[in-house]
């Protein structure tokens, strides 16, 4: 298994309730030309965790940091619109669990490590409440 150091999070920056993995890895492969969805989980808008990558595989979701990390987006622009009740629910069950399998990760999203406003505003402050109760 890959050594992970971080666990980053991000959104599709589309909207919430008509985002769908497909669509997610149609993007990534015709606009990015990856062979498929960059990132290891993406969270649907009814909560729904999918898999992307094998957690194995390097992602595509943070130039420069993906051998070394693991990418879980959540469907939704959290910039414009909240995170659903079932998504935050998920997302910590999610995160509890990456965080317990990789005990030396410390959990971060893409606005920190880029010059971008990913995962948005209102979803921001959920992951600083996770990031606050597990320390990491």
Request: overall charge neutral.
């Given at each position: ?65 993906n051998k070394y ?39 971060t999203w893409h ?10 505003k209102n979803l ?13």
């Open positions: 298994m890959r050594r992970i150091e971080k666990i980053v999070i991000h959104h599709t920056a589309s909207p919430q309730k008509t985002t769908t993995w497909e669509m997610v890895d149609k993007w990534h492969r015709e606009t990015n030309g990856w062979s498929m969805i960059g990132y290891h989980y993406l969270i649907l808008g009814d909560g729904l965790i999918t898999k992307g990558r094998e957690e194995a595989k390097i992602g595509a979701h943070l130039k420069g940091q990390s693991i990418g879980v987006c959540v469907a939704g622009n959290f910039e414009t619109e909240q995170p659903t009740p079932n998504q935050l629910i998920s997302l910590e069950t999610l995160l509890l669990d990456l965080l317990e399998r990789f005990p030396n990760a410390e959990l606005r920190r490590e880029a010059a971008t406003l990913c995962p948005g921001v402050p959920h992951v600083q409440a996770i990031k606050d109760k597990t320390h990491r």
